[in-house]
């Protein structure tokens, strides 16, 4: 780029030791020459200054600092263009000088066409290959965490009211797109060109063989209107080729001889069952719902929409109700309790924390985002308490705790165990209340559920710790324990600490399982009404079974490395991500201090997997890796 910035002062003086004619002297059209030359300099140095300000350049050239560069192309374009001149006016070449300031004005003009382009690409997007190829480069690569970890780390340590609210998404999605909004709110799965696929756990060891292929498969690049959102959900890293689903992988049997003629409409996946059952038949033993489940926007729209047959009392210590739907359909909801933007009070401990409504939904998105899907699908709601709820319900005891508040909203507080009195009544604005509803999962009559107590849990008391909070080698207890000692148990608890370490959620002190898959399956993370409290701080105690067992499955962690670069910001995808949920028009389902905390606290597990690997390294040197489970083992092991 150096020598294309000088060539054309180097015209005049080339064509003039070369062309030996003489004629009369043109001295104008050489002090045009001149003057065209120091022009076209002041022109595109500021293109330079700023392209060479760009990594890149500075990069390619880190002695020239741009001011210097500036002054030098100024001088030297002076210095050849009197030698030029004189050159020209000594051999008195008129058509030579001509010809001259023509090649030296049509190289000035290629010259700024070029550097615009050098100056444009530098800005925009990158190919999907060149993306791809490049994240996944900087996913392997083992010392990935500094430079992107300090970008991280400085901006967590800002005051958070100090931070700039992130308008990058806003330019394309925000309050100008509201109308075309409303009409999209309940679509929640991507569109990317291909159907559903059925999958079991990923296998990340030949991603990169598999880079090209993807390439083909006709997916959306970046950059051509592609949300992040959808970015992710079509990168390699969770587009694995996955080994089929045997009979036995599915949580439920359709039991086709019971069918008859019609068994051929009765497939899995058949558009005649209603979403809600599409959603019971599609769960297998690795998962709830498949990546890019074309069922998840149907689903989600039955959520909001359908018409509440009937409220019923459900289980659990506090205020929740299951809704009924005409197409015998159920979800559980909970209701809005406080404030988008209210953080838990401080003097709170967790086990007297409400739970938020805004919170389940927001972990339902959170979960999908990490590539787990193991939440039920859970949507926002604006619900009518008087004919959703208090005129349908069956339950007595449940309408007679209904009453009108004194500035007329309609109330009620139920029944549980956990703040259902007067004071913690909830109020509907006058009538229309904040909830989200949560997929019901099969009846326990079709599939049981095994309830696991998590050897995390935490002691809920004031006064007394768990174990693991006092020895600091717990985990290798519970290395040795069934059913931690085999298969991916362990490994899928620490995905979930990852999970409740970005939301803040401490109260996950049980998780479920499908008694039908026995040890080797994933893990329900039911119950996440207790997350998104509090953004300020983060609660590090949460990551301790990744910080005692330095465990972490290759898949997670690939997915939240590629969360972790800009292009595909854990807070910009989730940002996205909720903006489908019919409430995202009422108001963000999470507000920009909680979607900065996602981003600051996977800073803090990707540098926790760091120290874990660096621990390791020092220890028992480079060799086996402990801390990453290779997932293909885990594969294998289960279909043996
Ligand atoms: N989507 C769902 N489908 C079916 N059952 C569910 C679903 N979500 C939760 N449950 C069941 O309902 C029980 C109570 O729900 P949840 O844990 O959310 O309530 P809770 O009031 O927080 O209870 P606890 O105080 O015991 O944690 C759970 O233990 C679980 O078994
Ligand atoms: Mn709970």
Not at 570 to 582: K, N
Request: charge should be positive; charged fraction near 20%.
């Amino acid at each position: 780029m150096l020598f294309l910035r000088l060539f054309p002062s180097l015209v005049p003086l080339t064509f003039s030791l070369i062309l030996p004619h003489s004629s009369p002297q043109p001295l104008l059209l050489i002090l045009l020459l001149f003057f065209l030359s120091l022009q076209s300099s002041l022109v595109l140095s500021p293109l330079f200054i700023q392209s060479l300000s760009s990594s890149t350049y500075s990069l390619s050239l880190p002695f020239f600092s741009s001011f210097t560069y500036f002054y030098l192309s100024v001088f030297l374009q002076l210095f050849l263009s009197l030698r030029a001149m004189r050159w020209c006016t000594r051999r008195r070449s008129r058509t030579v000088c001509l010809s001259l300031v023509v090649a030296s004005l049509s190289l000035h003009l290629l010259l700024i066409i070029l550097s615009r382009s050098v100056y444009q690409n530098h800005c925009d997007a990158p190919s999907p290959r060149q993306t791809h190829l490049h994240t996944l480069r900087a996913l392997v690569d083992t010392n990935y965490t500094s430079r992107m970890l300090d970008n991280h780390a400085s901006y967590a340590k800002t005051p958070p009211d100090t931070r700039k609210v992130n308008s990058s998404h806003m330019d394309s999605n925000g309050p100008q797109k509201m109308s075309e909004k409303d009409a999209v709110t309940t679509k929640m799965a991507v569109k990317v060109g291909h159907g559903h696929k059925e999958e079991g756990p990923v296998d990340t060891h030949t991603m990169t063989v598999r880079v090209g292929k993807f390439g083909s498969m006709g997916i959306k690049p970046m950059g051509s209107g592609m949300s992040k959102l959808e970015a992710l959900f079509s990168h390699p890293l969770y587009n694995m080729p996955t080994p089929p689903i045997h009979e036995d992988d599915w949580l439920l049997k359709v039991n086709y001889s019971d069918i008859g003629d019609d068994s051929a409409h009765w497939n899995r996946s058949s558009d005649s069952h209603p979403p809600w059952l599409r959603f019971h038949l599609g769960i297998s033993r690795w998962q709830l719902y498949p990546h890019l489940d074309p069922n998840m926007a149907p689903l989600a729209q039955q959520l909001s929409t359908h018409r509440i047959v009937s409220a019923g009392k459900s289980g659990g210590t506090q205020l929740k109700l299951v809704m009924s739907f005409p197409n015998y359909g159920q979800a559980i909801l909970k209701p809005m309790k406080q404030e988008r933007d209210e953080e838990t009070n401080f003097n709170l401990y967790y086990f007297s924390d409400f739970e938020r409504h805004n919170a389940e939904i927001a972990a339902f998105h959170l979960d999908r985002v990490l590539g787990y899907r193991r939440i039920p699908p859970a949507v926002g709601r604006l619900v009518d308490v008087v004919t959703e709820i208090k005129d349908i319900t069956t339950d007595h005891k449940l309408a007679r705790t209904f009453f009108t508040s004194p500035v007329n909203n309609v109330c009620f507080y139920g029944q549980c165990s956990y703040y259902c009195s007067t004071e913690h009544a909830v109020c509907g604005r006058p009538q229309n209340l904040e909830a989200s509803l949560a997929m019901m999962l099969p009846d326990t009559s079709l599939a049981t559920r095994r309830s696991w107590r998590s050897p995390w849990k935490r002691s809920y008391s004031r006064s007394k710790l768990a174990v693991w909070e006092k020895d600091p080698d717990y985990c290798d207890t519970v290395k040795k324990t069934p059913p931690y000692n085999k298969g991916t148990r362990l490994v899928d608890l620490i995905d979930m600490t990852i999970l409740d370490f970005l939301m803040g959620n401490m109260d996950r002190h049980h998780y479920e399982t499908f008694e039908k898959f026995g040890n080797n399956t994933f893990l329900l993370h039911l119950d996440n009404g207790r997350a998104f409290g509090r953004h300020s701080t983060d609660e590090p105690s949460i990551l301790t079974p990744l910080e005692q067992c330095c465990r972490i499955r290759r898949s997670t962690l690939l997915h939240l490395r590629l969360l972790s670069l800009p292009q595909y910001r854990l807070s910009d995808v989730m940002r996205d991500s909720l903006s489908h949920d019919p409430l995202f028009s009422v108001a963000p389902l999470l507000s920009e201090l909680h979607l900065s905390a996602l981003d600051r606290r996977l800073v803090t597990v990707l540098q926790t997997v760091s120290r874990c690997q660096e621990r390791q390294r020092s220890r028992h040197g480079e060799g086996d890796d402990d801390v990453i489970y290779d997932d293909r083992r885990a594969v294998s092991a289960v279909s043996q």
